[in-house]
C-alpha cells in the first residue's frame, strides 16, 4: 500500500475544517487592523510639554489610536477639519505646511474633508513623516504623523502645530 503524503499546508487546512466541523463551528477570517481600530468620536487635550497642549480626536474611551473615515460625524470630525485647516492652509501658524485646505468645519466627514486629508497624508509620506496609504482615512499612523493645532495655556493661543506622539 502506497501512502500519499499531502504538503503540509494542505493538510492543515484539511483539519482546521475537519475540527471545526466536528466542533459544529465555522471557519472564519480573523478581523483586520482597521476593524479593530475605533472610531473616534471625541477630543482630548494632548499636552506638549509644560505650557503648551493640542485638541486630538480620540474614541470614545479616551484613545488617539482611533479612525475616522467618510459618513462619520462628531465633534472628533470636527477637530480634525479644524486641524486641516490651521495646520495645512493658509492659517497655519508657525508649522511651515501650506498645502491650500480651506475646508468647512460641520462635523461631517464628507469628499471635501476626505481629499483634504489625502494631500495632507501625500505630503507626509512626500517628507518621510508617513508611511501609510494615501487614503483619506484619518487612522493611528495618520494622527502621529500630523501635525496639530496648539495651543498655549496662559492665553489658550493658537500660534503653531505639532506632532503628537501620544
Not at 509644560?50 to 486630538?56: G, I, K, R
Not at 477639519?81 to 508657525?94: A, H, I, S, W
Request: hydrophobic share 35%.
Amino acid at each position: 500500500m502506497k501512502t500519499i503524503r499531502l504538503p503540509r499546508v494542505k493538510a492543515a487546512v484539511v483539519t482546521a475544517g475537519l475540527a471545526a466541523t466536528l466542533l459544529g463551528g465555522t471557519v472564519v477570517n480573523a478581523p483586520t487592523a482597521s476593524a479593530a481600530t475605533p472610531t473616534c468620536s471625541k477630543f482630548k487635550k494632548v499636552a506638549n510639554g509644560t505650557n503648551s497642549y493640542a485638541w486630538v480626536p480620540a474614541s470614545s474611551a479616551g484613545s488617539t489610536a482611533c479612525q475616522l473615515t467618510t459618513g462619520n460625524s462628531s465633534t472628533a470630525v470636527s477637530t480634525l477639519q479644524f486641524t486641516l485647516n490651521k495646520c495645512y492652509g493658509p492659517e497655519r501658524g508657525n508649522s511651515g505646511w501650506n498645502l491650500g485646505i480651506d475646508i468647512t468645519v460641520d462635523g461631517e466627514f464628507g469628499s471635501q474633508t476626505k481629499s483634504a486629508l489625502k494631500k495632507v497624508q501625500q505630503a507626509l509620506k512626500d517628507s518621510g513623516y508617513y508611511d501609510g496609504a494615501v487614503d483619506g482615512i484619518y487612522g493611528p499612523k495618520t494622527s502621529r504623523a500630523m501635525h496639530h493645532r496648539q495651543y498655549y495655556q496662559s492665553n489658550n493661543r493658537f500660534d503653531s502645530c505639532f506632532r503628537v506622539l501620544a
